[in-house]
Nanobody, 121 residues
Framework: QVQLVESGGGSVQAGGSLRLSCAAS???????MGWFRQAPEKEREGVAV????????TYADSVKDRFTISLDSAKNTLYLEMNVLKPEDTAMYYC???????????????WGQGTQVTVYS
């Protein structure tokens, strides 16, 4: 079992930055981890995922060059650095771990409870 706890969400003006954290505990090694988001009345979408052993990231086109996913293995914590935030980035952000395909649209086994990000203009 893996427990994932997100933090770092909040309200920020457009153009600002936030850093999300996802603390993992339990059987913590997983082949991949990622960040996903869901806005009201929209489907959940993959934002960024990382193959943990290779530290290889994949980003959604909508966040490329603005968001950075990283992993601190010593702290068992996944991060998402979000810069130049836009109102359309407003959503609940979730951390997830463990997938067969490790893609932005793949199925993941473990999910956190989410942290809200609100970007106002």
């Amino acid at each position: 079992q893996v427990q994932l706890v997100e933090s770092g969400g909040g309200s920020v003006q457009a153009g600002g930055s936030l850093r999300l954290s996802c603390a993992a505990s339990g059987d913590i090694y997983r082949n991949c981890m990622g960040w996903f988001r869901q806005a009201p009345e929209k489907e959940r979408e993959g934002v960024a995922v990382m193959i943990t052993r290779a530290l290889t990231p994949t980003y959604a086109d909508s966040v490329k060059d603005r968001f950075t996913i990283s992993l601190d293995s010593a702290k068992n914590t996944l991060y998402l650095e979000m810069n130049v935030l836009k109102p359309e980035d407003t959503a609940m952000y979730y951390c997830a771990a463990d997938s067969l395909q490790c893609g932005l649209n793949s199925k993941y086994s473990y999910w956190g409870q989410g942290t809200q990000v609100t970007v106002y203009s």
